[in-house]
Structure formats: C-alpha cells, structure tokens
T-cell receptor
Framework: DAKTTQPPSMDCAEGRAANLPCNHS???????VYWYRQIHSQGPQYIIH???NNETNEMASLIITEDRKSSTLILPHATLRDTAVYYC??????????????FGQGTTLQVKP | NAGVTQTPKFQVLKTGQSMTLQCAQD?????MYWYRQDPGMGLRLIYY???????DKGEVPNGYNVSRLNKREFSLRLESAAPSQTSVYFC?????????????FGSGTRLTVV
C-alpha cells in the first residue's frame, strides 16, 4: 500500500471551509484514496473515498489531482464537532486483494469559534 | 442498531494473564479487522480476516492470536498479556470487494496491563 503525507495539525474557523491536504506520490493506478476521521477516542468514521474523479457526499468533498499524487478533503462549513484527527489512506480497498487500510499519523484539525 | 459490537469496553489485566476480546458485526460483511491504538498514535493493524475461514497477519501480530468464528464474529486473544499491550483495541468490518465501501469500526476496548 502506498504511503501518505499529511500535515500534523491545522486550524480552521467555525463556519469556514476546512481544506485538508494529502500527498500520495507513490499511489498505484488501482489504489483508492480514503478519508477517515477519529473524534476524541471513538472508533474512526468513514468520510469519503475516490479513485480518479472528484467525489462529494453529505459530509465532504474529495478533490484528487489529475496525476493522482495528491488530494484534498474539503469540509465546506466546519463546525466545532468537526474537530478530530483526519486520516488519508491509499489502499486497494479490499482485504481479499491485500488492500487493507493502513493508518498513518493523520492531521489534527482544530475548529475554533 | 446495526454495526460492530466489541466486548468488553474496559479491562485491566495482570501481566501474564490471558483474555479474549470479542467482536461481532451484523452487516453481513465479509472482512473483519483488529487494530490497536497507542496514546497519540494512529491505528496499527494486528490481524485481519478477508473472509470467513481465513486470517492473516497485519503490521503488529506478535503476542496475539485470532479466530474467525463465523461470518459475524472475529475474536482477538492475548495468551500472556504484557504491559506493552496496554492500548485501545478497535475491531472493524467491511463489505470487501473493490472498493471496500467504508470500514465500520466498533467503539473500542480499553485494555490496561499492569
């Protein structure tokens, strides 16, 4: 599985968009980009994933560069409840194809009033 | 509620004791996983089961054994607990396939070995 690089921490003002970057320069053609978050000591929560195209769901948007070497998770209107550690993971996405999720250190996002 | 259930939620063990952490999912998922998370660290994969009847080692398997009892249940056993195994343990499941549409995690088991 490819490695990812994320900034260790970021701040964001409440109500503003939070843009979390992730570098994955060694990603292979069939690997997906996944984003998870972990609020306090709870179990991680799935946010979104994508392969090549940009994706959007009710939680966030995922922008993947054309060369797929980096991506950005966008929380359009951050709230205090979005304060969490955000993990960017690249994976084949199927345990049966050795596509396990391997977590890095993530980015601690602090949303401030 | 549908999801991943872990038991117990908290446990204190003495060095050398053994115990089994239980995990069950009711989403008919094929794949299940055990992770540990030490303070201030990301999650590390201990073992996983891609499908019923199969198990494989992850990043940090030493000191642990697993059993995929059936499609629903995946247990993690510590045969002789050590203080280095003090951690929060998370179980997860996924539907498998490509892509795996979102792992669902349990709420964790907080284990202290003294």
């Amino acid at each position: 599985d490819a490695k990812t690089t994320q900034p260790p921490s970021m701040d964001c003002a409440e109500g503003r968009a939070a843009n979390l970057p992730c570098n994955h320069s060694t990603i292979s053609g069939n690997e997906y980009v996944y984003w998870y978050r972990q609020i306090h000591s709870q179990g991680p929560q799935y946010i979104i994933h994508g392969l090549k195209n940009n994706e959007t769901n009710e939680m966030a948007s995922l922008i993947i560069t054309e060369d797929r070497k980096s991506s950005t998770l966008i929380l359009p209107h951050a709230t205090l409840r979005d304060t969490a550690v955000y993990y960017c993971i690249v994976s084949l996405g199927s345990a049966s194809n050795t596509g396990k999720l391997i977590f890095g250190q993530g980015t601690t996002l602090q949303v401030k009033p | 509620n549908a999801g991943v259930t872990q038991t117990p939620k908290f446990q204190v063990l003495k060095t050398g004791q053994s115990m089994t952490l239980q995990c069950a999912q009711d989403m008919n998922h094929n794949s299940m996983y055990w992770y540990r998370q030490d303070p201030g660290m990301g999650l590390r994969l201990i073992y996983y089961s891609a499908s019923e009847g199969t198990t494989d080692k992850g990043e940090v398997p030493n000191g642990y054994n697993v059993s995929r009892l059936n499609k629903r249940e995946f247990s993690l056993r510590l045969e002789s607990a050590a203080p280095s195994q003090t951690s929060v343990y998370f179980c997860a499941s996924s539907g498998g396939g490509r892509p795996a549409y979102g792992y669902t995690f349990g709420s964790g088991t907080r284990l202290t070995v003294v």
